[in-house]
């Protein structure tokens, strides 16, 4: 008898046995191709990127540290200009508005919205004379897509990246199409563009301006407090 009972003994063990290697296994699958769909998905953002080569000072992107300046070109003429600063962990958003006039490198005072996002040291070098730093620089220029589309809703800042991250494949896809009309500066990865998807811009810190008696739109006077808490 003492031999059944062993046999009867050891059939639950090895159901057990074969559904931990049957799980594990499947987890396996899971994770590689969770693994190989987002390793696909870097692969094509990457390539997608243009990366910009500009001869910008390390020396004046170090001031900046991590501060992230994106500046996102849409539809209908729209601009929208942040700076990202990351602090323990958390992401403080300064907008700063398209109209802030800054001293280009030939001299002349002109709006943030009149220079050319695809060549952006003259831009990172005015902000730095107002005392706003900038360490990476992040351009997208979508001025040529369709408002209704996805990349136009998301130019116009109708759709926000965060509203997309409960779906991934189509974050994914969204993701490889902005990339193709993405400009990277130096010095900057292409985990600053997915990067964003977790930043909340619903509130943004306002850069107070106003206007001089030449009409450029200039910072106003407690802006320097402003920039100091921020950055």
Same mark, same amino acid.
């Given at each position: ?29 899971? @994770? ?7 390793? @696909? ?12 080569? /500009?001869? @910008? ?21 729209? +601009?929208?200009?942040? =700076?990202?600063?990351? /602090?323990?962990?958390?992401?403080? &958003? $300064? ?11 030939? %001299?002349?005072? +002109? ?5 050319? =996002?695809?060549?952006?040291?003259? =831009? ?15 351009? &997208? ?28 494949? %189509? ?6 199409? /902005? ?19 977790? &930043? ?6 306002? /850069? ?8 450029? @739109? ?12 921020? $950055?």
């Amino acid at each position: 008898m003492a031999p059944r009972r062993r046999r009867w003994i050891h059939r639950p063990r090895r159901a057990l046995t074969w559904g931990l290697l049957i799980g594990g296994a499947t987890l396996c699958c899971l @994770v590689a191709a969770a693994a190989a769909f987002f390793g @696909v998905t870097w692969y094509r953002i990457n390539h997608a990127v243009h990366h910009v080569s /500009v001869a @910008v000072s390390p020396a004046l992107l170090a001031s900046g540290r991590n501060d992230l300046l994106t500046m996102v070109k849409g539809p209908h003429g729209s +601009e929208q200009i942040y =700076i990202f600063h990351t /602090v323990g962990g958390h992401t403080n &958003v $300064l907008l700063l508005p398209s109209s802030l006039a800054v001293t280009g490198t030939g %001299g002349r005072t +002109e709006p943030l919205s009149s220079f050319d =996002i695809h060549t952006p040291t003259p =831009i990172i070098t005015g902000l730095a004379r107002l005392g706003i730093p900038v360490g990476r620089y992040l351009g &997208v220029d979508l001025h040529a897509v369709n408002p209704q589309s996805s990349l136009g809703q998301l130019a116009d800042g109708k759709t926000s990246m965060t509203t997309l991250i409960s779906h991934p494949a %189509g974050t994914a896809s969204l993701l490889e199409a /902005v990339a193709s009309h993405v400009y990277l500066g130096p010095g900057t990865s292409v985990s600053a563009l997915l990067s964003l998807m977790h &930043v909340p811009l619903t509130t943004p810190v306002h /850069v107070p301006t106003q206007t001089d008696p030449q009409g450029h @739109v200039v910072l106003a006077a407690p802006a320097s407090g402003v920039l100091r808490r921020f $950055l």
